[in-house]
């Protein structure tokens, strides 16, 4: 991600690899915070529909 970020010419940050949903915004750490950048791990949930859903007799060989 530091490179990343190097490369879009970010100068100013700081990484924190963490749960999101259980920073405290009113944290002592946080009250400078001026913007946030969160990257999610991928999932898979956005590739829902790729691909019809296969029933586990389409998955089995045909003998």
């Known amino acids: 991600m530091s490179t990343l970020l ?3 010419g ?3 940050h700081q990484l924190a ?4 949903l259980k920073v405290d915004p009113q944290s002592s750490e946080y009250k400078e915070v001026e913007n946030v ?7 898979g ?3 829902c529909c790729r691909r019809p859903p296969q ?3 389409e998955n089995l060989p045909i003998m």
């Open 45 to 47: 949930s956005g590739n």
């Open 6 to 8: 190097l490369r879009a």
């Open 17 to 20: 690899n963490q749960d999101f």
């Open 10 to 12: 970010v100068t100013c």
């Open 55 to 57: 029933t586990d007799e």
């Open 37 to 43: 950048l969160l990257d999610p791990s991928c999932s």
